[in-house]
C-alpha cells in the first residue's frame, strides 16, 4: 500500500507559477501526475522513472517540469506560465513498488492515487 498526499495547489494568475508536491508513504520506482479540468475526463500530465526520465503530455510544452526526491519519497511537478486552460485538479499516482517501468501517462499503469489539488488559473 501506498498512501500519497498532494499539496501546493492554489489561485494563481495567468503567466504565473506553481509548485506542487507528493509526499508518498513507500517509495515508488515511476510516478506520475494527471488533471481533470473541470467538466473534462482526466488526462496525463507527466512521468518520471527511477533513472530521471521524463515523459510529458503535449499540452505542457515546456512549462512544467516533474522530478522526484527519491531519498524523501516526495514527488514535485514545478508549473510556469500557467494558463487558464490549466486549471484543474491535480492528482499524483505512483505504480505497484514491486514494478517499475519507464515513463508512462496512462492511468492504468499505475496503482495508486493522491486525493487532488486544485490549481485556479485565472485570466
Known amino acids: 500500500q501506498v498512501r500519497l498526499v498532494e499539496s501546493g495547489g492554489g489561485s494563481v494568475q495567468a503567466g504565473g507559477s506553481l509548485r506542487l508536491a507528493c509526499a508518498g508513504s513507500r517509495y515508488s520506482h515511476s510516478m506520475g501526475w494527471f488533471r481533470q479540468p473541470p467538466g473534462k475526463e482526466r488526462e496525463g500530465v507527466a512521468g518520471i522513472d527511477d533513472y530521471g526520465r521524463t515523459v510529458y503530455a503535449d499540452f505542457v510544452n515546456g512549462r512544467f517540469t516533474i522530478s522526484k526526491d527519491n531519498a524523501k519519497n516526495t514527488l514535485y511537478l514545478q508549473m510556469n506560465n500557467l494558463k487558464p486552460e490549466d486549471t484543474a485538479i491535480y492528482y499524483c499516482?505512483?505504480?505497484?513498488?514491486?514494478?517499475?517501468?519507464?515513463?508512462?501517462?496512462?492511468?492504468?499503469?499505475?496503482?495508486?492515487w493522491g486525493q487532488g489539488t486544485q490549481v485556479t488559473v485565472s485570466s
Open positions: 499516482a505512483a505504480a505497484d513498488p514491486l514494478y517499475q517501468f519507464n515513463p508512462r501517462l496512462s492511468e492504468g499503469d499505475y496503482k495508486y
